[in-house]
């Protein structure tokens, strides 16, 4: 019998997200980005699904590396104009009581310390349901926005991100101790200066000598998701990540990204099964397989290929309108997502190479990850296939039209998944961390960042 399996949504504060060109389909409704009550109906539609939650993408910059320009971006509406993932979480969490919410933020542009304390505040306001999604950042116009000539190498990323995490550690593990708030009216003491400590950070890339601002919230840590699945990325993941988000275009490849993060985890001294981790995945479904693939075929002819080609130059940090349409990409170096062109340099499922064409179809909806289409029963097949074959938790799923797309899975698929008995039928008390592994509010003792728990006076480690 196969595993649980877990869903999240997948979204973002923008038009369209992965699927450029899809805004104009007239049921999408991608457009009410901008309107809270989008965000809101969204939760409670996912809570009804019993999703693990909603992950919130987030870019600092323009996709500018196709043609050299941003201009193919802003026409399309590729991931631009886009708002402040962070600040729709507050009312998401006020119409819902279980979903979780994975924000993501980049370690190189904001320092650790106000960091540490607006996730501590959403921690606190959602009672333990937040997640932070640690990007290092792939894209060379953040960079230069932010007053840089362009990005750091991609190790060097994870370099400054590594002390970034250690910094955040400290505060959030190592400056309060549990009982420190005392609230004492007799005394008028409201918290004990001996139980707050300084966390004495002088470090390569931050000093941060003084307390953390914010005192203990349920989780402490928020949840750490991750998302790169390059060798470095995943030699981050495996001593911080909690849950992990991979893209791949194959079972095949998605097979060996999975045994390779499994590896890593137990080589850091963590269970294999220390991080969920989920597949970017689209799903296209309907009553029937019939009107499942007329839907696929409506959609098409809203989708835009040159708008998945800017994505897609962006993600991999090449020009792909420098390309014959028959090219393959070849062998590139890439300082973006390297784990996007090591995927599309392997071969596709039918053996041959991947071509620019063909990276362009098979992204225009859903993005990175594979696009499945079928009735009820054809969906959960393919979705059980894939998690029996290459032994994945769960799906991160991405949307042709919102909410719609999502709308049709609470429907038709979860209905087909519960009765095969692999989908949650209610959530499980507790924090976003102890729903995902079910072993308690805070960091486990294997996790890194356990190593900075709140010692006699100041942090361990």
């Given amino acids: 019998m196969s595993k649980q399996i877990r869903f999240n949504a997948f979204d973002m504060n923008c038009v369209a997200h992965q699927s450029s060109g899809m805004w104009r389909h007239p049921d999408d409704q991608s457009a009410r980005y901008k309107d809270l009550s989008y965000w809101t109906d969204l939760a409670r539609l996912l809570e009804q699904g019993t999703f693990d ?37 507050s009312a998401m969490a006020a119409v819902t009581e279980n979903l979780g919410f994975g924000v993501t933020a980049g370690t190189a542009y904001e320092h650790p310390y106000p960091f540490a304390r607006r996730m501590s505040t959403l921690d606190h306001l959602t ?25 750091l190498e991609h190790d060097q990323r994870y370099d400054v991100a590594d002390e970034y995490l250690e910094v955040l550690y400290k505060l959030w593990e190592g400056s309060w101790e549990d009982d420190a708030v005392v609230r004492d009216r007799g005394t008028g003491v409201f918290t004990d200066p001996a139980k707050v400590h300084e966390i004495g950070h002088y470090g390569t890339h931050y000093t941060v000598p003084g307390i953390h601002l914010s005192e203990p919230s349920p989780q402490r840590t928020p949840v750490i998701y ?15 990540a909690e849950a992990i988000f991979v893209a791949a275009p194959t079972k095949h490849v998605l097979k060996s990204t999975v045994a390779r993060i499994r590896d890593a985890l137990e080589a850091a001294g963590r269970p294999r099964d220390a991080a969920k981790i989920y597949t970017l ?42 390309y014959d349409l028959d090219d393959p990409i070849g062998n590139v170096k890439s300082n973006a997502i390297q784990s996007t062109v090591s995927n599309f340099q392997a071969a ?44 994945v938790d769960g799906f991160n799923l991405a949307y042709a039209i919102t909410p719609g797309t999502f709308e049709d899975i609470v429907k038709w698929v979860i209905p ?15 924090t976003l961390r102890q729903k995902l592994h079910g072993r308690g509010d805070r960091l486990p003792s294997d996790h890194h960042g356990s190593r900075y728990t709140v010692g006699q006076g100041l942090p361990v480690g």
Wanted: a negative charge.
């Fill in 53 to 89: 939650g909603i992950f919130i993408a987030d870019v600092l910059g323009t996709y500018d590396v196709y043609g050299n320009s941003n201009e193919a971006a802003i026409r399309h509406g590729a991931q631009v104009p886009v708002n402040d993932p962070i600040l729709l979480v």
């Fill in 127 to 151: 009672k333990g349901r937040v997640g932070w999604n640690v990007v290092t950042g792939y894209l060379p116009s953040a960079a230069r926005n932010m007053g840089h000539d362009d990005q």
């Fill in 226 to 240: 991750q998302a790169g699945a390059s060798p470095r990325g995943i030699a981050f993941a495996a001593g911080n």
């Fill in 281 to 322: 995945l689209t799903i296209i479904t309907d009553e029937t397989p019939e009107k499942a693939r007329a839907k696929h075929a409506d959609f098409l002819q809203y989708a835009s290929p040159e708008g998945a080609l800017v994505f897609m130059s962006g993600w991999m940090g090449v020009d792909l309108s420098e």
């Fill in 348 to 391: 596709n499922d039918d053996g041959e190479e991947w071509v620019v064409r063909d990276i362009g179809r098979h992204s225009a909806i859903g993005g990175l990850g594979p696009l499945i289409v079928g009735g009820p029963e054809e969906i959960a097949d393919e979705l059980q296939a894939w998690v029996d074959e290459t032994d």
């Fill in 416 to 430: 087909e998944l519960r009765r095969r008995g692999v989908y949650p039928e209610a959530y499980e008390p507790g």
